[in-house]
Structures are given as structure tokens and as C-alpha cells.
């Protein structure tokens, strides 16, 4: 019985060790301070978005990833900025088109 006990204290002993020295080593595993509730890192222009726009996007982490509604917003912004320039682009080659 004496010896049971003994491997149940030593066991929790290594077991809290381990813990505290991945929880020393890995942290929380976040990489940004926690936001408060109801606000939102993820920042675009209003126009002219820029390669660098896009790099420096960041998405709020939530328990699976990354918050849906932030990417889904981040992508239909870029989906249409990218349709207005390919408009833009088709529209300045037609004019060049019917000025020659």
C-alpha cells in the first residue's frame, strides 16, 4: 500500500514538472495580445488596396482559427477590388483600341 502511495506522489510530481516546464517553453501558444470583446485587428482601405494591405492583414484567433467573418469580409473586399481594376484595365484598352 506505502509503495502505491509513493508511485502515485512521484508520478504527480513528474506530471507537474512537465507541465510547468511546456508552460514555461510554449506559453499559450498566441502570438498577438488577446483583443477586447467585439473588436476587430482586420483593417483594409476603403480603396486602392495595395500588396502591402494585404500582408499586413491580421485576423482575430478564435477557438478553431481565425474568426470566418473577418476572412470572408477580407476576401470579398480583395475579390472586388480586383473585378473594378479588371474593368478599369478593359475599359483604358478599348479606349486605346478606338484611339488608333
Known sequence: ?????IYLVVMLLVAAVVFLLAAVVFG???????????SSPTRLPVRDIT????????????LRGYK?????????????EIDSLRARVAELEAQRETSR
Request: hydrophobic share 45%; charged share 25%; proline share 7%.
Open 68 to 80: 470566418m467573418s473577418e476572412v470572408d469580409w477580407v476576401v470579398r473586399r480583395l475579390g472586388t
Open 28 to 38: 499559450r501558444g498566441e502570438e498577438l495580445a488577446p483583443l477586447p470583446p467585439g
Open 1 to 5: 500500500m506505502t509503495t502505491a502511495l
Open 51 to 62: 500588396g502591402e494591405d494585404v500582408q499586413a492583414v491580421k485576423f482575430q484567433l478564435v
